[in-house]
């Protein structure tokens, strides 16, 4: 059996607490590895390792970092077949999802920002004309990083990436529940000849191992990407200590389609933003608001492309909708099916378990599913899903689709299809969201700036935003 083990100080080693959480391949069910069950030691010893690591670390040129980081990615692509099937072994999605998506991104993240700190420039503000002021940024030390399960590569890279660019040391965890890829990564780290303590990685719970990230002292910052609560947990922890604190946290975003659409395009776009990656992707727009003189015949080419979202083994080609990542996760998703049936809403398609046979006989499989008659108030759509459970409401004017749209607390992502494009630009504009799409989803330039409004998150990651959030801005005012 596999033993996904801790990367600390640059080797690998076995948790102090000696135990191991099983971990699950979600397609078939199988135990597949044991992931260490880390505790204050293991992050005790990661810190150490981090704070030793760290004046080395942040005295190389921006250039020697960034080529360090720049062989770290290009083992990534030399590996690029091993780590998307571990992806999908690990979190269920489909091998050619994870050989489109998540480990490119993973290995652009990492050549972004090691390429993004040769080109950065400083502000400097002339007082009056015997007085001038420059801005210096330094890295902030040690700082935390914690990843969520749906994109597992790709966002823990999102995050290490920067804060080792721009000159910090890391200590990271991934989710318990996904913690395959940044365990290889690590191996990664090692071949790309990455010093000792630069990055240390620690598998374990969020309640013991994350929390213990998150209290620890010599930890000046926490860069946490998750769910809403998590993130609520986290801040209360980490504010009184005067920690600098990104989160990135939950989302229930809204699909806006106006009158004006091509109906059949349109809707397969749509589809695609509710069900890619079996819904687990935080920005999928799970509420989609149609024009009501457009809703029927829209209806029927949305359900027509929704059920193109085939449900099957995720090694398998045709497979456009993997396993959900565990069973707790497919049960909260089924649960909110039987809600909606309860708040008196209809499934339009899908809305059940699916039992495939074989190899993937004990899998966590849900049919894309879409559910119209809910009121926008209700709790299906109010509260966050994170599966393949999409619902649909038709509009009568912008006044309302507005409203409805800002009606939750959440603020991270929309949408907007529209050919009109004052109106579309008129929209963007009120919708309480981090990011609007206007006819597109899912198009990320890295250098935007990335987060959500609301309850949706605090600050911004991205190009200079990230930079930003991993360092320290002092300002030296000079008289001559
Ligand atoms: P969780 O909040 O459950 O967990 C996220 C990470 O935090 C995991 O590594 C988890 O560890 C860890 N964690 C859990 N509890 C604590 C704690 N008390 N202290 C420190 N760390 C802790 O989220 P999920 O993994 O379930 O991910 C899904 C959520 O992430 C959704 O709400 C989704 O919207 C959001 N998300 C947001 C994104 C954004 O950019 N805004 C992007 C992607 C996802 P473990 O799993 O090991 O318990």
Known sequence: MLHIRNYINGTFHDPQTHEWIENINPATGEIFALVARSGA???DAAVAAATDAFPQWSGLTSKQRSDILLRVSKKIAEHFDELA???????GKPLWLSKAIDIPRAEANLAFFATEILH???????????????????????????????????????KIAPALAAGNCVVAKPSELTPLTSFLFSQLCIDAGLPPGVLNIVHGLGAECG??????????????????????????????MFKKLSLELGGKNPTIVF???????????????????????????????????IYKEFRTALIEEIRRFVVGDPLDEPTK??????????DKILSYIDLAIQEGGTVLTGGKRVMLKGRCSNGFFVEPTLIEGLDSKC????????????????FSDDEEVIEAANSTSYGLAASVW???????????????????????????????????????????????????????????????
Request: aromatic letters at 8%.
């Open 41 to 43: 030691g293991d992050v």
């Open 85 to 91: 099937r571990a992806e999908t072994d690990d979190n």
């Open 120 to 158: 950065t420039e400083t502000a400097a503000h002339v007082t009056d004309n015997h007085v001038f002021n420059y801005t210096v940024r330094s890295p902030l030390g040690v700082v935390g990083c914690i990843s969520p399960w749906n994109l597992p590569l790709y966002l823990f890279t999102w």
């Open 211 to 240: 929390d213990a990230i998150v209290k620890h002292r010599d930890i000046k910052a926490i860069s946490f990407t998750g769910g809403t609560v998590t993130g609520r947990t986290i801040a209360a922890t980490a504010a009184p």
């Open 259 to 293: 009158d004006d659409v091509d109906i059949h395009h349109t809707a397969r776009h749509v589809a695609r933003a509710a069900y890619t990656n079996q819904g687990e992707i935080c920005l999928c727009g799970s509420r989609i608001f149609v024009a009501q003189n």
């Open 321 to 330: 909708t993997g396993a959900i990542v565990s069973k707790a996760q497919m």
């Open 379 to 394: 709790r299906v759509n109010q509260e966050e899903i994170f599966g393949p459970v999409a619902t649909l409401m038709p």
């Open 418 to 480: 529209c050919r009109d494009i004052s109106r579309a630009h008129k929209v963007a504009h009120r919708l309480e969201s981090g990011i609007v799409w206007v006819n597109c989803w899912l198009v990320r330039d890295l250098r935007t700036p990335f987060g959500g409004m609301k309850n949706s998150g605090v600050g911004r990651e991205g190009g200079v935003e990230a930079l930003r959030f991993f360092t320290e801005a002092k300002n030296v005012c000079v008289q001559f």
